[in-house]
């Protein structure tokens, strides 16, 4: 090979590697289902959530959620019903249509494990909606009809990469309201977050997850 060929396939390959998204090198947590399957099915519960907006009508607020899905060792789906669902202001149920009053469902939403911040030491999830949509719920309130739309959502896993553990607690945080706590992987990069007919939104709860049939989840951390 001459040297200017030589030259161009190290710039090549250079810009190959350059051009490589960064989650790529970052390394996700992996989490494996109980009994050392592959896949289990999962249900989800969890108490009090919130979400709120930067602008617009007020916050909703809903009691409980609940959902199921299922997780391999770095991705998922899952679907998700929050119930008793309010609006701050006037208090009057928040619904999606066809559904129990005060109940929003969310769409088909896919989850990924990650890290959320640049040292690799808090391990969470990101979970983001139907690709061509970006639709994450449709409900109405008093106030008309709202979409909760986005590329994702980042919570918290709870307990880190401690194992065995019985359930997979997550928390969604918020820095201020109508805005997430976390919003990048390993801290850099895409930036994830929610919106409501505009306004940024952000989503305030905790969920358990839990394998159906019992048994306890590995978490590690790589």
Do not use: W
């Not at 911040?117 to 999830?125: D, I, L, Y």
């Not at 409501?196 to 952000?202: I, P, R």
Request: charged share 10%.
């Amino acid at each position: 090979m001459s040297k200017k060929m030589m030259l161009l396939a190290t710039a090549l390959t250079a810009l190959a590697f350059a051009a490589l998204p960064a989650v790529a090198s970052a390394g996700t947590p992996e989490v494996h289902c109980p009994n050392g399957a592959s896949e289990c099915t999962i249900t989800i519960t969890g108490g009090h959530g919130e979400l709120t907006k930067t602008g617009g009508f007020a916050s909703v607020t809903c009691t409980s959620t609940t959902g199921s899905g299922k997780l391999g060792t770095t991705t998922g789906t899952m679907s998700l019903l929050f119930h008793g669902c309010k609006d701050t202001v006037f208090g009057a149920s928040c619904t999606t249509s066809g559904l129990t009053s005060g109940t929003i469902e969310t769409t088909a939403l896919t989850f990924h494990t990650t890290y959320l911040t640049a040292g690799k030491t808090v391990p969470g999830v990101l979970i983001t909606p139907n690709e061509v949509t970006k639709v994450f719920a449709h409900f109405s309130c008093i106030d008309g009809n709202h979409t909760v739309e986005g590329n994702g959502i980042m919570g918290r896993l709870e307990s880190g990469c401690t194992s065995p553990q019985a359930t997979l607690n997550i928390q969604f945080e918020q820095s201020q309201a109508g805005h997430p706590l976390h919003k990048q992987i390993t801290g850099t990069g895409t930036i994830y977050d929610l919106t409501d007919g505009g306004a940024t939104a952000a989503m305030k709860a905790t969920g358990s997850v839990t394998a159906t049939g019992g048994g306890s989840f590995t978490v590690t951390c790589v």
